[in-house]
């Protein structure tokens, strides 16, 4: 059977009401972010120091003439691409308008939390007629706590805006038949959408992008496959569906044995108690016993953001009531007024499953290992298992379970009276509100620059080494590098030796680790003890050192202030005439080492 190609010509959520819904999700994110509407064009939320260089840097490359997807000023004096960097693009052209920072990131969040709930109401608006089952859903995916819960640290996974104008264009650009893997185009129009989403997904984030190329493959193997035709009250089907899972557990096993690189996503892989423990930061649910747990050593990397899969306990609850009512009676919604399933919907409740076995590579409960999913074996294919944080694969869950379950309860109010068709979806929505409550994030403002960095940016060298330093990507790191340079990078401008970015060749971290001078330096500052055991620099590495880094200027920061680094740059600086200045900073005091002034400044 085909999806009915009619059932996208109607909408059941006005106009008005997606007007009014982008007025209260745009209210929504003032709230949640608050004080940030106060201090939107000198402020931005969390720790995310990396997307507020990402628009800088972009808009500088591209005024310059240059391309956007490569930085001189890290990884100096050779730079570095940044396609392989969760580079944002999309805030990148915002600020080419905006020409600020800190208003384009933070206008750019605005517009995907709210384009994201608008997008998904009016998604839901193809099948559910309550207009508050469709906010809801709007919220569910927008605010979901999946995203609040990563806003402080990832941006990129914020960037949703596309996901649910995609599956809109999606549906309405192909009609699936039952046997066939292969759809016919519907709509060309809805095709050159479908085309333009992807490539507003693929500058935004990778992750996102995935989430959309797995539903698009899910929805056609639904339909490929017949599983929409199987008979689960039968035996057959059950024990292939064991057969599969027996065989993904041994296959995935053996992959990790023969040595195939999984690049850690089984590692990193999710956990069962992650969709039933409030994360922290949860304004009403969170307490001292889930803090404790998620900082437990049940986790591989306790505390860390990754581990958080929780949906709410509202909408779980909804969907099982809903298939215990189909159970009890299998023509559930089956009333004069309710139309039969909507065709095009019937893949959601299989693509959610999808999604939260993608989470977890390896079935594991409160950090025991119990079982390796075929979900695991994509880790081990390359390409595909750059998604290093499975967890991520959440943020579909977040989209599908809330449309399913009001797909399902809009067809279980039908022919029920007024206040069951206004009461419940008002209860539900206000309940799942409190669910979703989150305790207020921290702000860094433009004046947290320390000031040494301001004094740095007043100086004529081109190059600035900060002290502790390091190169680090998502995979390790030599040396410290403080993800807050790249944010001090945008107010002093000087070119940075090393660097954060998403992804490093090996050979440049081998290159950072055994350059002379920068290997004494890196010893010095992570392990001092081992300076006797380690030739000190030449004179002649010294002066190759300072050609190569021409007037180059050291921020000392208070960690390494009177430390072995700091004492050795003394020793090699101060002789060929740079100058220390002490500079009191709100973490401690600041040496900026500054080079000796070109004649005539």
Not at 461 to 476: A, E, K, M, S, T
Not at 533 to 560: C, G, K, M, S
Request: net charge positive; aromatic share 14%.
């Amino acid at each position: 059977m085909l999806p009915d190609p009619a059932s996208s010509s109607v909408n059941h959520l006005g106009g008005r009401w997606l007007v009014g819904l982008l007025m209260v999700y745009a209210a929504l994110f003032v709230w949640y972010s608050w004080p940030l509407s106060r201090e939107f064009s000198t402020a931005f939320v969390g720790y995310a120091n990396q997307y507020i260089w990402n628009v800088w840097n972009f808009r500088r490359q591209v005024v310059a003439g240059h391309s956007p997807m490569f930085t001189p000023l890290l990884l100096y004096p050779q730079g570095t691409s940044l396609w392989l960097h969760t580079y944002t693009q999309v805030l990148g052209v915002l600020n080419l308008v905006l020409n600020q920072e800190f208003r384009s990131v933070n206008l750019g969040l605005l517009l995907s939390f709210v384009l994201s709930g608008v997008g998904a109401a009016r998604l839901a608006g193809r099948w559910v007629r309550q207009p508050l089952l469709c906010a809801l859903v709007g919220f569910a995916f927008a605010f979901s706590p999946y995203k609040l819960a990563r806003w402080p640290e990832h941006y990129n996974l914020l960037l949703t805006a596309t996901v649910p104008f995609y599956l809109s264009a999606f549906l309405d650009a192909f009609a699936f038949e039952v046997g066939r893997l292969w759809p016919r185009i519907r709509s060309r129009r809805a095709l050159a959408w479908v085309v333009i989403l992807v490539l507003v997904t693929f500058f935004s984030d990778y992750h996102v992008l995935a989430g959309l190329c797995y539903f698009s493959a899910g929805y056609a193997a639904w339909w490929g496959l017949r599983l929409g035709a199987i008979r689960w009250r039968r035996w057959p089907p059950w024990a292939w569906l064991a057969a599969i899972f027996v065989l993904g557990h041994f296959v995935s096993r053996g992959l990790g044995l023969l040595g195939l690189d999984d690049r850690g996503g089984i590692w990193w892989g999710g956990d069962l108690a992650g969709y039933l423990v409030p994360p922290v930061g949860s304004r009403w649910l969170a307490t001292a016993a889930t803090d404790a747990f998620w900082h437990s050593p049940h986790f591989h990397s306790p505390a860390s953001v990754e581990n958080i899969s929780f949906l709410g306990y509202i909408l779980p609850l909804a969907a099982l009531f809903l298939a215990v009512a189909a159970l009890r009676s299998p023509r559930l919604g089956s009333l004069p007024a309710a139309p039969a399933t909507p065709a095009e919907t019937r893949p959601f409740w299989a693509l959610l499953l999808l999604f939260v076995l993608l989470t977890m590579p390896e079935l594991r409960w409160m950090g025991h290992d119990l079982f390796r999913l075929p979900t695991g074996i994509v880790h081990f294919v390359p390409f595909f298992n750059n998604i290093r944080c499975p967890v991520r694969h959440v943020m579909m869950a977040s989209l599908l379970l809330p449309l399913a379950v009001c797909i399902g309860l809009d067809r279980w109010l039908l022919g029920r009276a007024r206040g069951w068709r206004l009461g419940l979806p008002a209860l539900l929505l206000a309940g799942v509100f409190g669910e979703y409550q989150h305790t207020a994030y921290p702000l860094i403002r433009a004046a947290d620059v320390p000031e040494a960095y301001r004094l740095a940016a007043a100086l004529p060298g081109g190059i600035l080494f900060p002290v502790p330093l390091g190169l680090r990507d998502g995979n390790q790191q030599v040396g410290t590098m403080n993800p807050a340079e790249l944010f001090y990078q945008t107010r002093h401008a000087k070119a940075l030796r090393g660097g954060y970015l998403s992804r490093v060749p090996a050979a440049t971290f081998a290159a950072f680790a055994h350059e002379p001078v920068l290997r004494t330096l890196l010893i010095a500052q992570q392990h001092p003890d081992s300076l006797a055991l380690l030739p000190a620099p030449t004179p002649a590495e010294l002066l190759a050192f300072r050609q190569r880094y021409p007037q180059a200027i050291f921020v000392i920061r208070p960690e390494q202030h009177e430390q072995p680094a700091h004492r050795l740059l003394r020793q090699w600086l101060l002789p060929a005439g740079y100058t220390e200045q002490l500079v009191a900073g709100y973490e401690g005091d600041y040496s900026l080492l500054k080079p000796p002034l070109p004649a005539g400044y």
